[in-house]
């Protein structure tokens, strides 16, 4: 079993800036690929970053240049720095470790406009 916690979500104007990290402690040997998500009001979830093993990542089109993940697996943490957060970035966001079903309970993230 895996638990996930995310935190660092909140309320920032457009143009600004958050970081949020995602603890993740229980029984695992190494975590494997570790992602964020995100869901809108009245939209599906979707894939924001992903980071497999130490450098491998990839993004949504519509984050890249802009959202970084990474991960310090001394902390058991992964990390997604968001920059130049513009209103329609707007969703609650998970932490989930890739392919299971292992999700955090998610943080809001709200950009004003």
């Known amino acids: 079993q895996v638990q996930l916690v995310e935190s660092g979500g909140g309320l920032v104007q457009r143009g600004g800036s958050l970081r949020l990290s995602c603890l993740a402690s229980g029984s695992y040997d190494r975590l494997p690929a570790m992602a964020w998500y995100r869901q809108a009001p009245g939209k599906q979830r979707e894939l924001v970053a992903l980071?497999?093993?130490?450098?491998?990542?990839k993004y949504a089109d519509s984050v890249k240049g802009r959202f970084t993940i990474s991960r310090d697996n001394t902390k058991n943490t992964v990390y997604l720095e968001m920059n130049s957060l513009k209103p329609e970035d707007t969703a609650v966001y998970y932490c989930?470790?890739?392919?299971?079903?292992?999700w955090g309970q998610g943080t809001q993230v709200t950009v004003s406009s």
């Open positions: 980071v497999i093993g130490g450098a491998k990542t």
């Open positions: 989930r470790v890739n392919g299971t079903k292992f």
